[in-house]
């Protein structure tokens, strides 16, 4: 089969099509032929060398989804045939609140992942496809709609008519939650650097959009539309401590990253706002399987940035490295 | 009637023994005759000038418990006779979850306070005494018992099992931390960087103990002890960013103060650990009827350092100012 390898560290152009043997499931486990997959910015950071054990060659990407065609010992849960979009989650553990990080990872390293004609995985990583999406719609959700669900939902307890502010939108991540905010009744202010991807947002429903670089007191801005209920951010730094200043009394904080890092707080605004600050990191099989059912209608559709295929792996891991896209960059496996 | 009043900020000395009007309850209001009345570290700060809009002469005291003497009009809740504890916190506001910053208050500034024979409150503020503690007890519990229950069970969610880590015990709001913590069936952790405050921490069912200044990485320490599930912190800076690392991955980290200042925290250990952290200040309603159930059954006391009488108020506040007591400092009312 064909897959998408990295042979070297060193950034995306280190990655290589080659041709590889099919993989067999153990027990428990499928084979999926992947019909779509998804680039998030964990596979650039793997092609540079961000993470700590990486050992190659390796097959990466975590987001796939496709077609079951062969089962491993023991799996009674899914059918040959099945179409299916993947958890890339594995092993979370047995607590919903938190997962347990030392024995779970992610698929794509060191597990090879969905860059590929197919990809073995455990049978209970694998949800029916919703019927309403395309492969390549399918393929685009998994992990940064699992994050962006825990954050929106699971952690943040977003409600109908409550007003969230989505620092950075443009990403993965940032671009679901903005999605499931406008399904879920909310409203949406979004914050960029790029007037170009606060257009797109404010297409997506947003309500209000700031440019950070324009309007460096958009912490305060905001605050004069109303009562802002929950910030989601994956900035830190002064983000952070801004999104800190934005939000009403009583409100809250989800965080699942921190491009920009450490962030110098004052311990008084969160007690005397009463604030609750929540971190979240990927998301429980709960999370997943509730996200999923929110596609089931079809009336909501991960938004995509660009279609390439397999063959232009490089081509789009650069894009995804250049932080240039809105939305989900996607790779369509013929 | 004797009151303490304040005549102007300096410091503690500046409080003096004054002979005033009984105060005449409004419509609405209750008059208390005060047998014992509490200290707290906002009435030495309110001495030394560190609130906005101070009007002087003032009676400071947020602490107190006595008799019903006089009814306002339309008063039906309370009678003539009945011993009752005085919730300080004034117009919390109708939302559990955050007070109104803007129009609450505490007793004892800018409305005269319990330093005094007498004080006039509004009579939703005012419950009937544990019938279990003197008044010396009882009028020690009111601000700190609040802000010490909101925190450890309303925000913090502290569950029988589960072990707490209290920084800085001694203080009023540690202590009663401490001893909530016990009463529901958690384990609990303690600093302080008095070993005398630790062995007295000890004495109250602290499970361990650590000086702060002898065992600077305290943080790592408490870890080897098992999960610590809740942090409750009010010193901020520092101290804070340990608690943040000592706490177990799912924990929460309440606070309610920040004595030492701004926390420059990672905001990779929130998200990584799917921590949360909560502000919160002072209690509601529904918080303070919860927290002085607690001393129904006289098995719970709330830790008394020292009791004065009224007429050496200044050497009581000096006591709180020089924060070498541990518990509450009291004032009894003759």
């Known amino acids: 089969m064909r897959a998408v390898r990295l042979h070297e560290i060193g950034g995306p152009q280190n990655l290589r099509i080659d041709e590889v043997p099919v993989p067999q499931p153990a027990a428990g486990e499928v084979l999926v032929r992947v019909r779509a997959a998804a680039f998030n910015h964990r596979d650039v950071f793997i092609t540079q060398g961000k993470y700590p054990g990486i050992a190659l060659p390796r097959?990466?990407?975590?987001?796939?989804?496709?077609?079951?065609?062969a089962l491993g010992d023991s799996?009674?849960?899914?059918?040959?045939?099945?179409?299916v979009v993947i958890d890339p989650m594995l092993d979370w553990g047995d607590d919903p609140h938190v997962w347990d990080a030392k024995n779970s990872s992610l698929l794509g390293m060191p597990r090879d992942g969905t860059f590929a004609q197919y990809v073995a995985v455990p049978a209970k990583n694998v949800y029916p496809k919703p019927k309403a999406l395309s492969w390549e719609e399918a393929a685009a959700i998994p992990l940064a709609g699992l994050t962006a669900y825990r954050a929106t939902f699971t952690r943040g307890a977003?409600?109908?008519?409550?007003?969230?502010?989505?620092?950075?939108?443009?990403?993965g991540v940032q671009t679901f939650v903005l999605l499931f905010a406008k399904h879920a009744g909310a409203r949406a202010i979004v914050t960029s650097g790029s007037d170009e991807k606060l257009a797109r947002a404010r297409e997506l429903g947003a309500d209000a959009a700031y440019n950070y670089k324009t309007?460096?007191?958009w912490h305060k801005q905001v605050r004069s539309e109303g009562p802002v209920d929950l910030v989601i951010d994956s900035t830190g730094g002064d983000t952070l401590v801004k999104a800190i200043g934005a939000v009403r009394p009583g409100g809250r904080v989800a965080i699942y990253g921190a491009t920009t890092g450490d962030a110098?707080?004052?311990?008084?605004?969160?007690?005397?706002?009463?604030?609750?600050?929540?971190g979240t990191s990927m998301g429980s099989p709960q999370d997943f399987e509730a996200m999923l059912a929110l596609f089931d209608d079809g009336k909501l559709r991960p938004?995509?940035?660009?279609?390439?295929?397999?063959?232009?792996?490089?081509a789009a891991a650069t894009r995804m490295d250049e932080a240039a896209q809105f939305g989900k960059i996607v790779l369509k496996i013929d």
Chains 1, 2 share one sequence.
């Open 303 to 314: 938004a995509i940035d660009k279609v390439f295929p397999l063959s232009d792996a490089v």
């Open 59 to 69: 097959i990466l990407g975590s987001d796939g989804a496709g077609d079951i065609t």
């Open 264 to 278: 110098t707080i004052r311990p008084f605004d969160v007690f005397w706002k009463h604030l609750t600050i929540v």
């Open 158 to 171: 977003l409600k109908a008519g409550e007003t969230v502010l989505i620092t950075g939108v443009g990403g």
């Open 75 to 83: 799996v009674t849960s899914v059918a040959l045939g099945d179409d």
């Open 215 to 217: 309007t460096p007191d």
